[in-house]
Every structure is written in C-alpha cells, then in structure tokens.
C-alpha cells in the first residue's frame, strides 16, 4: 500500500520558520517528482514546490526566496523548509508524488498519490 504521510506542522509565529517532511512508503518513489501544494479554508488547494528526480525544483511565485523543497531519495524523505512564514501561508500542506514534469507536478490534476495534509497555522 503506497503511503504517503505528512509531519512537521504547528503553530508558529509570523517571521518563524518550520521545516516539513514527507515519508514516502510502499514503494520506490526514486522515479517519481515530488511537490508540496497546500490548502486553505475555503480555497482551493494550490501548488508550493516541485521537485523531480534529478533535484531540480520550481516554486510557486509567492513562495521564492522563502521555501525550499528538497529530497531524500535513500530514505524516500521529501522536505519543505518555510522561513520567514506569514499569516497568510495558514493552511494545510499536502505531499504529492507523480511521474512526469515539474510542470505537469505544478498541476493539482497530475499526482498519482497524496498524503493526508499537515496543518501550519501562522499568527500575526
């Protein structure tokens, strides 16, 4: 059963930072291009981060110089590192796998699998 289960999440204040991990089981997700996209109340769920195989990565616009997806292929571990957070990243964040371009990982529609999202909650 292919699994994919979110950690990381919390309360944290405006300007703080927090660090999400992915852990990917069930199979070998070395192939695979990982992203982040997250959800808040009332919204639809938006992309965040892509990363493929070779590690090379894209960002949503609003999360540049703020986020950085990374991986670890050994460990099927996916990371989203958040600094300098705001009240408006508020949301719940979801892991994602798929095969096929950062692009097409940009798309909600594209995934193959999900996790079951990890709430961040920033205060102002």
Not at 17 to 39: D, E, K, P, V, Y
Not at 56 to 83: C, E, P
Request: with cysteine.
């Amino acid at each position: 059963q292919v699994q994919l289960v979110e950690s990381g999440g919390g309360l944290v204040q405006a300007g703080g930072s927090l660090r999400l991990s992915c852990a990917a089981s069930g199979r070998t997700f070395s192939n695979h291009a990982m992203a982040w996209f997250r959800q808040a109340p009332g919204k639809e769920r938006d992309f965040v981060a892509a990363i493929n195989r070779s590690g090379d990565t894209i960002y949503a616009d609003s999360m540049k110089g703020r986020f950085t997806i990374s991986r670890d292929k050994v460990v099927n571990l996916v990371y989203l590192q958040m600094n300098n957070l705001e009240p408006e990243d508020t949301a719940v964040y979801y892991c994602a796998a798929g095969i096929g371009t950062l692009q097409a990982m940009a798309l909600r529609s594209h995934p193959d699998y999900w996790g079951q999202g990890t709430q961040v909650t920033v205060s102002s």
